[in-house]
């Protein structure tokens, strides 16, 4: 999941992106409304955390431009104008939710992952051979097992999962589950991957994660998928 935060307070943006990076997200930061607009119109983002107060044009201003694109990922406005008008007037041109400064971070995290839910016709559930993964609750096992994922293990895994059977890049991973472009020559995917297959295959005689040479990776639960 790819999110983009307009903010132009340094602090705040950076809280947030930690934040939501170490909750599995890749996170994008825009610092003004024509920054954000532009990377709007350049990327097909999940979910947008929208300020209002921006240097240089109003958020509400943002958020219609937004709005009049045929791709409309849900918006969470996240402001110190708190009082009702503004709630009531931003909700009016569209934004899907309205959280007012200061906030708890665990709040915010909790409406990023409603919307997202909201905004997403996948299922919830996802399940491949005796694998289950639970979106909502972050949790995954496997035969029943318990197993515990790091938030970038967890997001590769999902993204595997909804593409079941379909060949993935390290393109594709990385510009998923990582805020940053595949250069061509960092090994961080076939790392991550390596610490998946040690808490998914390892112990299983059925293996779910597939090499596929010259591509990249697949999750399929098929004893014939042998590693090609």
């Not at 007012?100 to 990023?112: H, I, M, N």
């Not at 905004?119 to 318990?146: A, N, S, Y």
């Not at 967890?154 to 890049?169: K, V």
């Amino acid at each position: 999941m790819r999110l983009l935060v307009v903010e132009d307070e340094k602090r705040i943006a950076d809280f947030l992106s930690r934040g939501l990076e170490s909750a599995g997200y890749a996170v994008d930061v825009a610092d003004d409304g024509k920054t954000a607009i532009s990377m709007v119109h350049a990327t097909d983002y999940d979910l947008i955390i929208l300020d209002l107060m921006l240097p240089d044009l109003d958020g509400l201003a943002v958020l219609e431009k937004i709005r009049n694109r045929k791709v409309n990922p849900p918006v969470l406005i996240l402001s110190a104008r708190g009082a009702v008008d503004d709630r009531v007037k931003g909700l009016e041109l569209g934004a899907d939710d309205y959280l007012v400064k200061p906030f708890a971070f665990v709040e915010l995290l909790a409406r990023v992952r409603v919307l997202l839910r909201r905004g997403q016709p996948t299922p919830e559930k996802l399940q491949v051979g005796d694998l289950h993964l639970d979106c909502i609750r972050r949790k995954v096992t496997r035969g029943g097992e318990p197993i515990d994922l790091a938030p970038k293990e967890f997001s590769i895994l999902e993204y595997m999962m909804r593409n079941h059977g379909r060949p993935l890049s390290r393109t594709m991973i990385v510009e998923h589950v990582w805020d940053m472009d595949y250069d061509g020559l960092t090994n961080i995917v076939d790392v991550y991957i390596r610490h998946l297959r040690s808490k998914i295959d390892d112990r299983w005689p059925v293996k779910l994660i597939h090499t596929i040479r010259g591509i990249g990776y697949m999750l399929e639960a098929n004893e014939k998928a042998a590693e090609k």
